[in-house]
């Protein structure tokens, strides 16, 4: 099974909120997930970027790979890993 990072959109037209989740790459954007680490809200001011880095780190080690978005978001958002 691939196992993938990515974004579900939750939230009204216009209202965009998305969560992040870990789900198997061939389920559908807003279907079944294993796990939810975090949550994007991109329209408030400034925009509320939640993501659990632990968790993060722990997908990654068992394969699982981040769409582009979702790397963008670990990248500027998340706190650097502990080395």
Not at 4 to 27: E, K, L, Q
């Given at each position: 099974m691939a196992v993938t990072m990515r974004m579900t959109r939750t939230g009204s037209r216009n209202n965009p909120h998305f969560r992040i989740v870990v789900a198997d790459?061939?389920?559908?954007?807003?279907?079944?997930?294993?796990?939810?680490?975090?949550?994007?809200h991109p329209a408030s001011k400034p925009a509320v970027v939640k993501i659990d880095m632990?968790?993060?780190?722990?997908?990654?080690?068992?394969?699982?790979?981040?769409?582009?978005?979702?790397?963008?978001?670990?990248k500027r958002h998340g706190q650097p890993e502990p080395k």
């Amino acid at each position: 099974m691939a196992v993938t990072m990515r974004m579900t959109r939750t939230g009204s037209r216009n209202n965009p909120h998305f969560r992040i989740v870990v789900a198997d790459s061939r389920s559908p954007r807003d279907g079944k997930f294993l796990e939810s680490i975090g949550v994007y809200h991109p329209a408030s001011k400034p925009a509320v970027v939640k993501i659990d880095m632990d968790r993060v780190a722990y997908w990654r080690s068992k394969g699982a790979t981040m769409s582009e978005t979702v790397s963008q978001l670990v990248k500027r958002h998340g706190q650097p890993e502990p080395k």
